[in-house]
T-cell receptor, first 113, second 114 residues
Framework: DQQVKQNSPSLSVQEGRISILNCDYT??????FLWYKKYPAEGPTFLIS?????DKNEDGRFTVFLNKSAKHLSLHIVPSQPGDSAVYFC????????????FGKGTKLSVKP | DAGVIQSPRHEVTEMGQEVTLRCKPI?????LFWYRQTMMRGLELLIY????????DSGMPEDRFSAKMPNASFSTLKIQPSEPRDSAVYFC????????????FGQGTRLTVV
């Protein structure tokens, strides 16, 4: 059973507009959430994270929002740039775990010039 | 820092052969993870080590899979015998501390078993 779900396999956005990537989770024991970005033929790279005690974390053009009651988080990219085109993975960590992450299946973002 | 280094980048082998994937974590990191990525299942954690000790191997699919970490700077993932359904991209990642949440990934090994 998938504990971290990214229901949109792909998303296409115009350059300069906002990209919103969504992620849902089922396990209330998750206490930390991360977003990774992956280019073809490369490993995932860490992008931004949020603790379950917060509802928002911002880093430049990237903002992650967490809605614990809905078990939902989202990644906003504003403004979107063609270089943001990649696969974005949502990941979560359980309370008390020693660092292993549970990943969603990813959303492929295409930013068109 | 060179980051997490995996070798080989690509491996093509025949069914039944032994395959060994290698990983050198970032120096000073004490957690190491092996992940497998497939179209069907996405990124799955196979096993992880803290301070060279295997902590959780519940993600290892079968006894054909084994992983070792003989020292802080080297780990292997072995598949013996390999099968076509093992074809996937295998990633190694390391984290700077036990319980650390930010894992740094290598570039992966693309394994094809024919």
């Amino acid at each position: 059973d998938q504990q971290v779900k990214q229901n949109s396999p792909s998303l296409s956005v115009q350059e300069g507009r906002i990209s919103i990537l969504n992620c849902d989770y089922t396990n209330s024991m998750f206490d930390y959430f991360l977003w990774y970005k992956k280019y073809p033929a490369e490993g995932p790279t860490f992008l931004i994270s949020i603790s379950s005690i917060k509802d928002k974390n911002e880093d430049g053009r990237f903002t992650v929002f967490l809605n614990k009651s809905a078990k939902h988080l989202s990644l906003h990219i504003v403004p979107s740039q063609p270089g943001d085109s990649a696969v974005y993975f949502c990941a979560a960590k359980k309370t008390g775990s020693q660092g292993n992450l549970i990943f969603g299946k990813g959303t492929k973002l295409s930013v068109k010039p | 820092d060179a980051g997490v280094i995996q070798s080989p980048r690509h491996e093509v082998t025949e069914m039944g052969q032994e395959v060994t994937l290698r990983c050198k974590p970032i120096s000073g990191h004490n957690s190491l993870f092996w992940y497998r990525q497939t179209m069907m299942r996405g990124l799955e954690l196979l096993i992880y080590f803290n301070n060279n000790v295997p902590i959780d191997d519940s993600g290892m699919p079968e006894d054909r899979f084994s992983a070792k970490m003989p020292n802080a700077s080297f780990s292997t993932l072995k598949i013996q015998p390999s099968e076509p359904r093992d074809s996937a991209v295998y990633f190694c990642a390391s984290s700077p501390r036990t319980g650390g949440t930010e894992a740094f990934f290598g570039q992966g090994t693309r394994l094809t078993v024919v």
